[in-house]
């Protein structure tokens, strides 16, 4: 069942539709989320892949992915621009056009040289690659947003039943990519993760900079870091409810901030969490994933010029369908 966060996404997708190529278009839960997304009619599909394979598991599986255009790399009329277009990209790095011809039909890449030239607007992979195979064609062909330093990750958390942050929905980041960021690199990543946080959850973001820590609490360099990225990430955006060091509890409930950290706009109310290094936000986003059995959408991509989206290994079906939405939204800003 899918939560009222996502189905708000699904309807607002719907109101501006965009297309999503799936570059795993031959992995079943792929073509399951593509049958979700067309049945409920809020993002155009592209699948790439051998059309005869996809057509064929769709027909056993008794899926419905006839509303899809499946775009094969090996036979696409497209293969010969995107692989010039790509070289033209890379040939200062040493790319060859033998190379490049060669590159874009893989998936992956064919399927960001779709995005980078408008062929859709955004792609969502990762259910059978890793993260850094989804990221580099993304990083070479499309490169960061225009005044974004840093391309992070986030997970959506959406916790039923919960009383803490935007109804139970949050963003974790980062979560998936970087993995022991400076205090520069997490004040980055906190002024994006506000910035997807409003565009995904349209309310206000209060963020908080997590640590073992309260306002010094504790003494340690991992504090200090976060302390720093805190003043940083103020200095850069005093616009923004930003606060820290911050442990967990004080940055949630209100009863502890009240107590911890008294007169923070921020302390028991943080809808976004920004973690002091990977090991802390994945192992805490798959906690709450897993204990308080919360959806959890992403890896989120945040920075990158156009919308590409990572997926978690062990992702579902209607987990992919979530983050064709997510990128179907992010594809509109």
């Not at 059309?51 to 255009?69: F, H, R, T």
């Not at 696409?76 to 040939?91: D, I, V």
Request: charged fraction near 25%; include cysteine; aromatic fraction near 6%.
């Amino acid at each position: 069942m899918s939560s009222t966060f996502i189905e708000h996404l699904k309807a607002r997708a719907k109101a501006d539709l965009k297309t999503i190529v799936l570059a795993e278009g031959e992995e079943l839960r792929t073509i399951k989320a593509a049958e979700i997304a067309l049945k409920e009619g809020y993002a155009k599909i592209k699948l790439v892949g051998d059309p005869d394979k996809i057509n064929l598991m769709a027909k056993e599986e008794g899926v419905d992915i006839s509303g899809a255009e499946i775009v094969n790399p090996e036979a696409s009329e497209k293969a010969a621009e995107y692989a010039n277009a790509f070289y033209e990209l890379r040939k200062n790095k040493g790319m060859t056009p033998e190379l490049a011809a060669e590159t874009i039909k893989n998936p992956l890449y064919f399927g960001v040289m779709m995005v980078k030239s408008g062929d859709a607007d955004g792609m969502v992979a990762g259910a059978v690659n890793s993260s850094a195979n989804v990221i580099r064609p993304s990083l070479q062909i499309l490169k960061t947003a225009p005044g974004t330093k840093l391309v992070s990750a986030f997970f959506v958390l959406n916790v039923p039943n919960c009383e803490y942050g935007e109804n139970g929905t949050f963003i974790f980041a980062d979560s998936a990519l970087n993995q022991d960021p400076d205090a520069d690199q997490i004040s980055e990543i906190a002024i994006s993760s506000a910035a997807s946080f409003k565009q995904l959850v349209e309310a206000e973001p209060k963020i908080a900079m997590l640590s073992h820590s309260t306002y010094g609490s504790a003494k340690h360099a991992l504090v200090d870091k976060m302390r720093e990225a805190t003043k940083l990430a103020q200095e850069k955006r005093p616009d923004l409810m930003i606060d820290g060091e911050l442990q967990l509890d004080a940055a949630i409930v209100e009863s502890v901030g009240n107590q911890k950290a008294p007169g923070s706009k921020v302390a028991g109310k943080a809808n976004v969490l920004i973690f002091p290094n990977l090991d802390a936000g994945n192992i805490g986003y798959k906690l709450v994933q897993r204990l308080a059995k919360a959806e959890a959408y992403g890896p989120v991509l945040q920075g990158i010029a156009k919308p590409v989206n990572d997926l978690s290994r062990g992702c579902t079906a209607e987990d992919i369908a979530g983050v064709i939405a997510i990128t179907s939204i992010q594809a509109q800003g």
